[in-house]
């Protein structure tokens, strides 16, 4: 396993960084997250035709670049730096990544090229109620309709659902087996509904369906594809948090440096002293193990699951910890609205219990490493 990036993978990383740092400054996330859809449709079409960001990780017969997964995971990295408004989570790390994993090729061939130009955005739709992630969790079924499925139930916490041209929907087939199925989101029977976020970042949506004609993907082991899919999507999670958490720190550093009080920095006393190592080992171990991880699912490792559940645990730990040191490092002004501090924290908060909080991917990590025991 490779511990460092390549010289193509650092030059990524500096181009999008950059188009990043131009295209969404705070202002214009701002902007876009008090809109309805939550994000600029411009700028998401420049992001998929000139940067092929949707395209990263789809295969390559199926119109996509064919990287691996640590290049997916830099792209969430800086997208999280910058807080990108943007159905790229949603569409390309969740459901992109279930029909990449679930379907049949002739199946990945039909629908992964819309993913990959950015034509079709897509949604997840697997949460019920207050359950959780966990495969465990979801009970919906799905009806057998001669040699079609229908679905009936709903599904909450959905990302980018009120946006999606196209749904992937869990739930369990006739026989009691876990399934992914295709549902075209704008069937009379499909009705969505905005869910309030304490994070106005990133759109949830609740999404009802009332005999919906479903397609089964292929899958030969359904149960196994949902969990690499969120595999996949917890190192992306992690990675997107640590480049919100090293956002952060940065930001704070900046303003202790230039606050003065006493005739001095206050980056010059003590107390700001321990925040800022407290941030910085904090950001560093967390990104550690997202990088890790990432890594792990590339090379196959057989402890990939466990090392993604423990890199998204550290993640929500270093990230709200950092949110709080970095609103407490700016004083009384970092609990202002005006202040950006809080657009950081609102993310770190919600990302916290996003595919699952810390306890339960550590629970995750422990049912995977001792089933390799």
């Known amino acids: 396993m490779k511990f460092s990036f390549s010289e193509e993978q650092d030059e990524f990383r500096t181009a999008l960084r950059r188009f990043l740092q131009a295209k969404s400054p705070t202002t214009e996330v701002r902007k876009q997250m008090q809109t309805d859809q939550g994000y600029d449709p411009g700028l998401w079409q420049q992001m998929c ?49 279930a029909i990449r994993e679930a379907g049949s090729d002739d199946q990945k061939r039909h629908f992964l090229p819309g993913f990959a130009s950015g034509e079709t955005i897509g949604a997840l739709c697997a949460v019920e109620g207050r359950g959780g992630w966990a495969a465990d969790s979801i009970s919906m079924s799905a009806e057998k309709s001669g040699d079609a499925y229908q679905l009936t139930g709903t599904k909450s916490h959905v990302v980018d659902g009120m946006i999606a041209s196209l749904l992937v929907v869990v739930a369990r087939k ?149 949110a709080v040191h970095a609103v407490q490092m700016h004083g009384g002004i970092g609990f202002t609205y005006d202040n950006d501090t809080h657009l950081w924290f609102k993310r770190a908060k919600a990302s916290e219990v996003f595919l699952g909080d810390a306890n339960q991917n550590r629970e995750r990590m422990l049912q995977n490493w001792g089933d390799n025991s």
Do not use: W
């Open 49 to 97: 035709e000139e940067l092929a960001l949707a395209s990263l990780h789809i295969p390559e017969e199926c119109g996509g670049a064919g990287f691996g997964i640590a290049d997916l995971a830099i792209a969430c990295e800086e997208m999280g730096r910058a807080l990108l408004c943007s159905p790229y989570f949603g569409s390309v790390v969740l459901a992109a990544t």
């Open 174 to 322: 006739p026989d009691g087996a876990l399934g992914m199925f295709i549902v075209d989101a704008s069937d009379n029977t499909v009705s969505r509904k905005s869910q309030n976020s304490m994070d106005p970042t990133r759109k949830l949506s609740t999404v009802s369906f009332a005999k919906t004609p479903a397609v089964l993907l292929a899958a030969d082991n359904s149960n196994e594809a949902y969990e690499r899919t969120l595999d996949i999507a917890l190192a992306c999670l992690a990675s997107e948090m640590v480049g919100g958490a090293e956002r952060l720190r940065e930001d704070a550093l900046e303003y202790v440096s230039m606050r003065m009080q006493f005739g001095r920095s206050i980056a010059s006393f003590q107390v700001t002293k321990h925040k800022a190592a407290d941030m910085l080992l904090d950001v560093e171990l967390a990104k550690s193990a997202a990088y890790y991880a990432a890594a792990a699912i590339d090379d196959g490792d057989t402890d990939a699951r466990g090392v993604v559940a423990l890199a998204k645990a550290g993640a929500s730990d270093a990230y709200i910890q950092t």
